[in-house]
Nanobody
Framework: QVQLVESGGGLVQAGGSLRLSCAAS????????MGWYRQAPGKQRELVAD???????KYADSVKGRFTISRDNAKNTLYLQMNTLKPEDTAVYYC?????????WGQGTQVTVSS
């Protein structure tokens, strides 16, 4: 059983920074593509950024240049450094681990950016 536990969310003023972490249990972390998704009230869940097992990254256009995704395979942990936060970044942020035959989700962490 794989568990993903996010942490690091909170309330921050516009222009501030937060660092999200996702701790993974189980043996799939090193082979999985890890991603951060977010869902704002009334909107669909969307990809924020993901990183392959080889370290290739992809970002949503809305966060390019502000957010950085990284992973530490030795610690089974995924990170999302979020800088220059905007009120429109307010959402529940979810960690995802996926492979060809699996996809697991964390419970989410709330990020609220005040103007």
């Amino acid at each position: 059983q794989v568990q993903l536990v996010e942490s690091g969310g909170g309330l921050v003023q516009a222009g501030g920074s937060l660092r999200l972490s996702c701790a993974a249990s189980g043996s799939i972390f090193s082979i999985a593509t890890m991603g951060w998704y977010r869902q704002a009230p009334g909107k669909q869940r969307e990809l924020v950024a993901d990183i392959t097992s080889g370290g290739s990254t992809k970002y949503a256009d809305s966060v390019k240049g502000r957010f950085t995704i990284s992973r530490d395979n030795a610690k089974n942990t995924l990170y999302l450094q979020m800088n220059t936060l905007k009120p429109e970044d307010t959402a529940v942020y979810y960690c995802n681990a996926r492979g060809r035959v699996f996809s697991f989700w964390g419970q989410g962490t709330q990020v609220t950016v005040s103007s």
